[in-house]
């Protein structure tokens, strides 16, 4: 099973965030019936998170769609240890690893606004 991974990190870095040994979070798609597997480790506000996918498809699409996932999994559990501790943190995903090893940098773009 290819194994992936989405990382990035929290603001503001003083927090010191680290959480590990969770269990991992599967997800599965209902029309296709692949599962995806999402592991969020925090590490002194570093974020990792170890996807295991049924298959992997090296296309922009499922990348972003694999990211974005991650990116939800990390929000949720940053939202809930800095709402515990009543502060605020923001979760930036902007790395992608792929199965080869390969880094491919995240950049985030929103196409629905026009320039002028």
């Known amino acids: 099973m290819p194994t992936v991974y989405v990382m990035g990190y929290v603001e503001p870095k003083e927090l010191k965030l680290c959480l590990e040994g969770l269990t991992p979070v599967v997800w599965e798609d209902i029309k296709t019936k692949e599962r995806y597997s999402y592991l ?65 940098r995240l950049i985030h773009h929103s196409g629905g606004i026009k320039c002028t």
Not at 69 to 77: F, N, P
Not at 83 to 95: C, D, K, P
């Open 40 to 104: 969020v480790t925090i590490l002194d506000c570093i974020v990792s998170v170890e996807c295991v996918l049924d298959k992997f498809e090296d296309t922009d699409t499922f990348i972003s769609q694999l990211s974005n996932r991650a990116a939800d999994m990390t929000r949720l559990v940053v939202d809930l240890l800095a709402f515990r501790r009543g502060l605020g943190a923001t979760v930036y995903i902007n790395e992608f690893i792929d199965p080869d090893g390969k880094e491919h």
